[in-house]
């Protein structure tokens, strides 16, 4: 059995509190709780994590980790949030911050939200929890040291300041100190307790719906060269509609059978027509396809392969039916996976390089701007388009995208011609 909680600063000196029992790992993230690959009996505890900056921690991740048997819990800050969120669905919440968020009389996430320093710099808080002065002014409220209009004046003047202006300057002169809860840290504290108790997983009834799916093959294959391709690959866009169509006429097999009407010369169409996202004969249709289509296909290139285009665009994949999978099996020559390790490699040195002699520059904060501008260049859309691009190439979507390209950016926009990978996957070829 495995424990893992994710702090920060909520508690800077968890590891102290925790003891050896409990893996103590930095504040969760979007994808972290898929990396521990959860299973019956584990216990993970989630206090901080980060949401500004990155992805946040997806509800789905959460309910995955349920569903694979482990507890998770939750408390203090983004803990207490999801685990209000999730309680129904078997998230356990712990302490007064959890408490008031699932009764509902705290309602909004900037309650919990603080500026801190890094992880290298102890997590130290820069702006104070609204949720901290709300319990220290009710505390002094009952001692009879502050009236409860001041109470009420105080916490709506301090609402109304962006959680990130917060510090603590701003409450200077007046009688808090002495009297100050930090709300966080004890309900830290008492999530600690809780997980080193005897914990009997609930495991609740989760669809494994296509969003779930498609985000955690998404996790599997970051780091896979697979990406690299879908990135990079010549010709990528070609292999990808190939597999969605073989894709579509197996769904169209099993689930339309032979004898299925079939007013199209093109099977991709027909099971369009099938599933009733189209109708012969519609002259609305081309129009309704718009979002999947660049503006360069829909000046230059006829309606029948516009249709087809869109269709195969558009087509969501059961769950179970992946063309990725299939790619990567097809990218599985030696030569292939070696030109990807390189590429990746070369990334990587261009990066250390100029993150030794640039100070300040960091591959992981090229902004997203920059990152779009490199994306339409690359693959000859507009910046609007990059959604569709990103669709072309088999990737959920622009934002999935523009992460995976992240790490390319100086690789792939100083040397353009070293990331044109070739793909020889129809074994023709020398
Ligand atoms: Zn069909």
Redesign the pocket.
């Known amino acids: 059995m495995r424990r893992f909680l994710f702090v920060g600063p909520s508690l800077p000196d968890a590891r102290e509190h925790a003891g050896d029992g409990i893996r103590i790992l930095p504040p969760v993230k979007a994808g972290d709780l898929l990396a521990l690959e959860p299973g019956p009996g584990d216990v993970i505890g989630i206090v901080d994590g980060l949401f500004h900056q990155v992805r946040s921690v997806q509800h789905k991740e959460i309910l995955y980790a349920l569903q694979c048997g482990a507890a998770v819990l939750g408390a203090a800050s983004m803990g207490a949030l999801r685990a209000a969120e999730l309680a129904p669905f078997g998230m356990r919440g712990v302490g007064r911050v959890y408490a008031d968020f699932a009764s509902g009389r705290l309602t909004a996430d900037d309650e919990v939200a603080v500026v801190h320093t890094d992880r290298e710099h102890g997590y130290r808080c820069l702006t104070f929890p609204l949720v901290s002065l709300r319990y220290t002014v009710e505390r002094l409220v009952e001692l009879g040291r502050m009236s409860p209009r001041e109470a009420g004046e105080l916490i709506r003047e301090m609402r109304a300041v962006h959680y990130m202006d917060r510090t603590f300057g701003r409450l200077a002169g007046k009688p808090l100190k002495s009297a100050w809860i930090d709300a966080k840290k004890d309900d830290a504290i008492l999530l600690i307790e809780e997980m080193s108790k005897e914990i009997s997983p609930e495991r609740p009834d989760v669809p494994n719906t296509i969003y779930l799916h498609a985000w955690r093959l998404g996790q599997e294959i970051s780091g896979h060269p697979l990406r690299v391709f879908q990135l990079f690959g010549r010709g990528y866009e070609e292999l990808h509609a190939r597999l969605v169509e073989d894709a ?1 006429r197996d ?3 099993s ?2 059978g032979p004898e ?1 009407p079939a007013e199209f010369p093109d ?1 991709v169409l ?2 369009a ?3 009733g996202y189209l109708t012969p004969g519609d002259t609305t249709l081309l129009p309704r396809l718009r979002p999947w289509l660049t503006e360069a296909e829909r000046t230059g290139e006829p309606p029948a392969i516009l249709l087809r285009k869109a269709v195969t665009r558009a087509f969501r994949m059961l769950p179970d039916v992946t063309p990725d999978a299939e790619a990567a099996r097809r990218l599985r020559s030696p030569q292939l996976q070696a030109r990807a390790r390189d590429v990746r490699a070369l990334a990587t040195a261009i990066n250390l390089n100029a993150e030794s002699r640039l100070p300040g520059f960091s591959a992981e904060r090229v902004p997203d701007e920059r990152l779009a501008q490199l994306a339409s260049e690359l693959y000859g859309v507009r910046r609007d388009e990059l959604e569709i691009a990103a669709r072309m190439r088999g990737i959920p979507g622009a934002d999935v995208l523009l992460a995976a390209l992240r790490p390319y950016y100086l690789l792939a926009k100083y040397n353009p011609e070293t990331v044109a990978l070739s793909l020889d996957i129809s074994g023709r070829n020398p």
Do not use: K, M
Request: aromatic share 0%; net charge negative; proline share 8%.
């Open positions: 579509i769904e169209c097999a689930r339309c299925a099977p027909n099971h027509c099938h599933e």
